[in-house]
């Protein structure tokens, strides 16, 4: 357990920008709420899922919604923290800490909000390792556990739960409608998990990659060095391409933001094109046409430049840009982590190739079998142990 | 007709006299520390020339801008939020500097109110905690008040209703709504409501003394304060928005550069001392940026232009091994520091000046540079200027470019993407003639639910017609020259953002008035 001083604060939400692989929102309106925390004298403690115990009880929070709506209503910490102790009086226990679903973009920060107030730690981890866009994108749906209950607080006063569901898809469907009615912005607590479960199915150290990742791309700013070539070192990532972006074209279909960007190359990457599909986060690369990354396989396209993330929403013509990949949490990469967010999760009618597999693996095609992962010796963000449920 | 336009930049006050297409005249002088002598003695310049009767004066200005970011002639103002009980953790002021906010914060008051996106209010106003608020702020003497809803570019009502309020308890009030000026984003709009209201009593007082100005100068002509959008709003309401003046200047210059072309879809570059600025014309009028704008510190969303400004000028230093133009320039002590003037650096002027481009100081000076160091530093800023142009441009198609600023030579005659280059007469003024140009405009940035596309588009500019004409634009001349349209990601129902802005010439009853 370590106190999070301001400092790492701020390198977490550049990190989660970046981890927000294109979507997941800006963390800012986070960063600010934490700074006013901290000058407050807040502090928070950062605790390692390894320091859980197995009947330990852990919220799993996130704020739901429309990036836009988040503009005009902002975050509030208390409107968090209200979310988690409307879940333990629902559950009639109180929690050990607080996690968050997602550590890309600006819900990588939201369990920071609600742990200021309730005094808890908040665990290294988290459910996607990155950002996506639907309830059942996570690492806990991979692992087949419950999906419920669910707590959701507008603060007028409007408190809900979603007791029972059948499913990840189902609460996505309820939780999703009752968000809409609150006005497109709700926090929610989502179903707890126990100190086994987090131990087992969670995605760990995230926030510390984070904050690492946020640390190495302010350094290298400050030094005037090459911010990419930070990431890359930091995280072991893969150089994909270096263009500027010839067309962008955006849709919203079932309330995602959907769209193509299309990639010149430029310097190494010179002669080449690279095509890029997202649904809110980055979803698949093409060079020259030919499957070149996809999710799982964690998507960065960032200001040649400055190395900031360039999200989704905001790409536009013009714009000098390289395509990183950083690698996927070992979880997703399992057949049944790669139904649940593979490319066909994404509509893509894809056998699923990381980049960082050797090119020999490729022949196989197919899906990667959860024993072969096992002997993958560059895994990381490993969970303890990848038996069933 | 006849017009003036004065275009006050950080170097020098440029004033011309437009009659009708024409320049009839031009003048330079340089900027003064209190701006008004500067532009007493352009518009002195511009009267003496036998000005005539002239039908409106334009001026654009930096003094609003400069004022925040040195921090003078602030007052304090009174924030007043409507949307309790949402986004009570980040009240107003809160992404400020502190320094800036230490001038500027009076008192923070929130209170019960706002909208959702889909228009239904978030909590009833609370009219009651908005009267306390008021009686609270006059009893610490505070007249500059900024008041914001959520989501009130949906729905303005609530501030509205609040400023009704306020004005009951404090008469002498000076308001700013948030939904006159900005977009959707609470902060940045909030901020710019803050920004403005902070900055009243020195508009009133500027605009007073331009007019004085015009008077002592014997022009009788209405006078007008360009915007950032490079259209013009007239004095008094000048003196109610100042931040809409903030950025007129590269504005002008392009406006200036389309109509002294008549070029109306192209890109501009105009070159100076230091720097270059590309920018593009989409209809005349420069495309905006559509992102967060950072104002002595403080997140705003403006309407801004889209410029990309690079360190390249006539003033920019060229360094041998390896082969560099800019950053660092010699600026305005060109004269003392080129070589061509007997100086010891070497800028892009004097590289210039031994190819042949620019007549300028002892060509002599010059003759012993290798020609392949001449070739190379031209072939380099080119290159510069070439990925600075297509950075600016939308999509792959050519378009012509149109070359402006006393930089303008090192702009090659071809560029790749480049249908024609473009260079007119008067470059040197095309700001205060852009200033001179101006017309009025209407905006509208707002969510539409349960329409079509087509729909919602054509609500988007029935409203920004509507807006055009209230701000003093005759209806017969409007033209829409800016939609956008956003999907938005998460909502319901096809939710669709618009933007849509167009613009009119003056109406004449305007200008009587």
Same mark, same amino acid.
């Given at each position: 357990?370590?106190?999070?001083?301001?400092?790492?604060?701020?390198?977490?939400?550049?990190?989660?920008?970046?981890?927000?692989?294109?979507?997941?929102?800006?963390?800012?309106?986070?960063?600010?709420?934490?700074?006013?925390?901290?000058?407050?004298?807040?502090?928070?403690?950062?605790?390692?899922?390894?320091?859980?115990?197995?009947?330990?009880?852990?919220?799993?929070?996130?704020?739901?919604?429309?990036?836009?709506?988040?503009?005009?209503?902002?975050?509030?910490?208390?409107?968090?923290?209200?979310?988690?102790?409307?879940?333990?009086?629902?559950?009639?226990?109180?929690?050990?800490?607080?996690?968050?679903?997602?550590?890309?973009?600006?819900?990588?920060?939201?369990?920071?909000?609600?742990?200021?107030?309730?005094?808890?730690?908040?665990?290294?981890?988290?459910?996607?390792?990155?950002?996506?866009?639907?309830?059942?994108?996570?690492?806990?749906?991979?692992?087949?556990?419950?999906?419920?209950?669910?707590?959701?607080?507008?603060?007028?006063?409007?408190?809900?739960?979603?007791?029972?569901?059948?499913?990840?898809?189902?609460?996505?469907?309820?939780?999703?409608?009752?968000?809409?009615?609150?006005?497109?912005?709700?926090?929610?607590?989502?179903?707890?998990?126990?100190?086994?479960?987090?131990?087992?199915?969670?995605?760990?150290?995230?926030?510390?990659?984070?904050?690492?990742?946020?640390?190495?791309?302010?350094?290298?700013?400050?030094?005037?060095?090459?911010?990419?070539?930070?990431?890359?070192?930091?995280?072991?990532?893969?150089?994909?391409?270096?263009?500027?972006?010839?067309?962008?074209?955006?849709?919203?279909?079932?309330?995602?933001?959907?769209?193509?960007?299309?990639?010149?190359?430029?310097?190494?990457?010179?002669?080449?094109?690279?095509?890029?599909?997202?649904?809110?986060?980055?979803?698949?690369?093409?060079?020259?046409?030919?499957?070149?990354?996809?999710?799982?396989?964690?998507?960065?396209?960032?200001?040649?430049?400055?190395?900031?993330?360039?999200?989704?929403?905001?790409?536009?013509?013009?714009?000098?840009?390289?395509?990183?990949?950083?690698?996927?949490?070992?979880?997703?990469?399992?057949?049944?982590?790669?139904?649940?967010?593979?490319?066909?999760?994404?509509?893509?009618?894809?056998?699923?190739?990381?980049?960082?597999?050797?090119?020999?693996?490729?022949?196989?095609?197919?899906?990667?079998?959860?024993?072969?992962?096992?002997?993958?010796?560059?895994?990381?963000?490993?969970?303890?142990?990848?038996?069933?449920? | 007709?006849?017009?003036?336009?004065?275009?006050?930049?950080?170097?020098?006050?440029?004033?011309?006299?437009?009659?009708?297409?024409?320049?009839?005249?031009?003048?330079?002088?340089?900027?003064?520390?209190?701006?008004?002598?500067?532009?007493?003695?352009?518009?002195?310049?511009?009267?003496?020339?036998?000005?005539?009767?002239?039908?409106?004066?334009?001026?654009?200005?930096?003094?609003?801008?400069?004022?925040?970011?040195?921090?003078?002639?602030?007052?304090?103002?009174?924030?007043?939020?409507?949307?309790?009980?949402?986004?009570?953790?980040?009240?107003?002021?809160?992404?400020?500097?502190?320094?800036?906010?230490?001038? %500027?914060?009076?008192?923070?008051?929130?209170?019960?109110?706002?909208?959702?996106?889909?228009?239904?209010?978030?909590?009833?106003?609370?009219?009651?905690?908005?009267?306390?608020?008021?009686?609270?702020?006059?009893?610490?003497?505070?007249?500059?008040?900024?008041?914001?809803?959520?989501?009130?570019?949906?729905?303005?009502?609530?501030?509205?209703?609040?400023?009704?309020?306020?004005?009951?308890?404090?008469?002498?009030?000076?308001?700013?709504?948030?939904?006159?000026?900005?977009?959707?984003?609470?902060?940045?709009?909030?901020?710019?409501?803050?920004?403005?209201?902070?900055?009243?009593?020195?508009?009133?007082?500027?605009?007073?003394?331009?007019?004085?100005?015009?008077?002592?100068?014997?022009?009788?002509?209405?006078?007008?304060?360009?915007?950032?959008?490079?259209?013009?709003?007239?004095?008094?309401?000048?003196?109610?928005?100042?931040?809409?003046?903030?950025?007129?200047?590269?504005?002008?210059?392009?406006?200036?550069?389309?109509?002294?072309?008549?070029?109306?879809?192209?890109?501009?570059?105009?070159?100076?001392?230091?720097?270059?600025?590309?920018?593009?014309?989409?209809?005349?009028?420069?495309?905006?940026?559509?992102?967060? %704008?950072?104002?002595?510190?403080?997140?705003?969303?403006?309407?801004?232009?889209?410029?990309?400004?690079?360190?390249?000028?006539?003033?920019?230093?060229?360094?041998?091994?390896?082969?560099?133009?800019?950053?660092?320039?010699?600026?305005?002590?060109?004269?003392?520091?080129?070589?061509?003037?007997?100086?010891?650096?070497?800028?892009?002027?004097?590289?210039?000046?031994?190819?042949?481009?620019?007549?300028?100081?002892?060509?002599?000076?010059?003759?012993?540079?290798?020609?392949?160091?001449?070739?190379?530093?031209?072939?380099?800023?080119?290159?510069?200027?070439?990925?600075?142009?297509?950075?600016?441009?939308?999509?792959?198609?050519?378009?012509?470019?149109?070359?402006?600023?006393?930089?303008?030579?090192?702009?090659?005659?071809?560029?790749?993407?480049?249908?024609?280059?473009?260079?007119?007469?008067?470059?040197?003024?095309?700001?205060?003639?852009?200033?001179?140009?101006?017309?009025?405009?209407?905006?509208?940035?707002?969510?539409?639910?349960?329409?079509?596309?087509?729909?919602?588009?054509?609500?988007?500019?029935?409203?920004?017609?509507?807006?055009?004409?209230?701000?003093?634009?005759?209806?017969?001349?409007?033209?829409?020259?800016?939609?956008?349209?956003?999907?938005?990601?998460?909502?319901?129902?096809?939710?669709?953002?618009?933007?849509?802005?167009?613009?009119?010439?003056?109406?004449?009853?305007?200008?009587?008035?």
């Amino acid at each position: 357990m370590r106190d999070l001083s301001t400092e790492d604060v701020e390198a977490l939400a550049v990190g989660a920008w970046v981890l927000g692989t294109g979507g997941g929102g800006s963390p800012y309106l986070g960063l600010l709420t934490m700074r006013r925390l901290y000058r407050d004298g807040a502090r928070i403690r950062l605790m390692p899922p390894e320091d859980l115990a197995d009947d330990d009880l852990v919220a799993v929070v996130s704020n739901m919604g429309a990036p836009l709506v988040g503009q005009e209503r902002l975050t509030d910490s208390r409107n968090m923290a209200r979310a988690v102790t409307l879940m333990e009086e629902y559950l009639g226990r109180e929690f050990r800490a607080i996690m968050s679903v997602e550590i890309g973009g600006n819900n990588g920060i939201q369990p920071m909000l609600a742990a200021a107030h309730l005094n808890k730690p908040v665990v290294d981890a988290d459910a996607m390792g990155r950002a996506y866009p639907e309830a059942q994108m996570t690492s806990f749906a991979v692992g087949g556990l419950k999906p419920w209950p669910l707590s959701m607080v507008d603060p007028r006063g409007v408190e809900g739960i979603v007791a029972r569901v059948p499913s990840w898809t189902w609460m996505e469907r309820l939780s999703r409608k009752m968000c809409v009615e609150v006005g497109s912005i709700a926090s929610t607590c989502k179903a707890p998990r126990t100190g086994r479960e987090v131990k087992d199915w969670g995605i760990h150290h995230t926030t510390t990659q984070a904050i690492a990742l946020g640390q190495a791309i302010r350094r290298a700013q400050r030094e005037h060095r090459d911010p990419i070539q930070a990431i890359l070192d930091a995280e072991d990532g893969r150089l994909l391409f270096r263009g500027k972006v010839a067309d962008i074209a955006r849709r919203t279909t079932e309330g995602f933001l959907r769209g193509t960007a299309a990639l010149d190359g430029l310097e190494d990457s010179r002669g080449r094109r690279f095509d890029l599909a997202f649904q809110n986060e980055w979803a698949v690369g093409w060079e020259d046409g030919v499957p070149r990354v996809m999710t799982p396989d964690l998507i960065c396209v960032l200001d040649t430049v400055s190395g900031e993330a360039i999200g989704t929403e905001t790409l536009r013509y013009g714009q000098r840009v390289t395509v990183i990949a950083l690698r996927a949490p070992k979880i997703f990469l399992s057949q049944r982590g790669l139904e649940h967010v593979g490319p066909r999760a994404f509509g893509y009618d894809l056998d699923f190739h990381s980049v960082f597999e050797p090119p020999d693996a490729r022949s196989a095609g197919g899906d990667t079998s959860d024993a072969s992962l096992r002997g993958d010796p560059e895994a990381r963000r490993t969970p303890d142990r990848m038996a069933s449920p | 007709m006849r017009r003036i336009g004065i275009d006050v930049g950080g170097t020098n006050t440029d004033a011309v006299l437009l009659d009708g297409a024409r320049v009839a005249f031009a003048t330079k002088t340089p900027t003064t520390a209190d701006v008004l002598t500067g532009v007493r003695t352009a518009l002195g310049a511009v009267s003496a020339s036998g000005a005539g009767e002239v039908q409106a004066v334009m001026i654009g200005t930096t003094h609003f801008v400069n004022a925040v970011v040195q921090r003078r002639h602030l007052a304090r103002v009174g924030a007043l939020r409507l949307g309790l009980p949402a986004a009570a953790s980040l009240p107003p002021f809160c992404d400020w500097p502190e320094d800036l906010a230490g001038i %500027v914060r009076g008192q923070v008051h929130m209170a019960e109110g706002g909208h959702d996106y889909d228009g239904r209010p978030i909590m009833a106003l609370d009219e009651r905690a908005v009267a306390q608020a008021a009686r609270a702020m006059r009893a610490a003497g505070i007249g500059c008040v900024a008041v914001s809803s959520i989501f009130s570019p949906l729905d303005p009502s609530m501030e509205d209703r609040a400023a009704d309020i306020v004005r009951q308890e404090i008469p002498e009030v000076s308001i700013t709504l948030s939904h006159d000026l900005g977009r959707i984003g609470l902060l940045e709009r909030e901020n710019v409501a803050l920004l403005n209201a902070c900055l009243t009593p020195l508009a009133r007082h500027t605009v007073r003394a331009f007019e004085q100005a015009l008077a002592a100068a014997g022009i009788a002509a209405p006078l007008f304060v360009t915007q950032n959008d490079g259209t013009v709003i007239r004095a008094e309401l000048a003196a109610r928005f100042p931040v809409l003046s903030f950025a007129s200047g590269p504005t002008n210059s392009m406006r200036g550069a389309a109509f002294l072309t008549g070029v109306k879809d192209a890109l501009v570059v105009d070159v100076g001392g230091t720097t270059s600025d590309v920018g593009a014309l989409r209809h005349g009028f420069p495309r905006e940026a559509n992102a967060v %704008v950072q104002v002595g510190g403080v997140r705003t969303l403006f309407r801004m232009p889209d410029l990309l400004s690079f360190g390249l000028g006539g003033g920019s230093l060229v360094t041998e091994w390896p082969l560099a133009i800019g950053p660092v320039s010699v600026g305005y002590r060109l004269p003392d520091r080129a070589r061509i003037f007997g100086g010891p650096d070497l800028t892009a002027s004097d590289i210039a000046v031994a190819a042949g481009r620019l007549a300028l100081g002892d060509a002599a000076r010059v003759a012993d540079l290798p020609s392949t160091l001449v070739q190379d530093a031209l072939a380099l800023a080119a290159r510069m200027l070439e990925e600075a142009v297509d950075r600016m441009k939308t999509d792959a198609a050519e378009v012509p470019l149109l070359a402006v600023g006393g930089g303008a030579f090192l702009v090659p005659d071809r560029l790749p993407g480049i249908s024609a280059l473009l260079r007119p007469d008067h470059a040197a003024v095309a700001n205060a003639v852009g200033a001179a140009i101006a017309q009025v405009s209407g905006e509208v940035d707002q969510v539409f639910q349960g329409l079509s596309r087509t729909e919602a588009l054509d609500e988007a500019g029935r409203i920004a017609r509507a807006r055009a004409v209230e701000a003093g634009a005759d209806p017969r001349t409007l033209m829409l020259v800016d939609q956008e349209d956003l999907p938005i990601a998460y909502l319901p129902g096809g939710a669709l953002r618009v933007r849509a802005r167009v613009i009119g010439d003056i109406a004449s009853g305007t200008v009587a008035g």
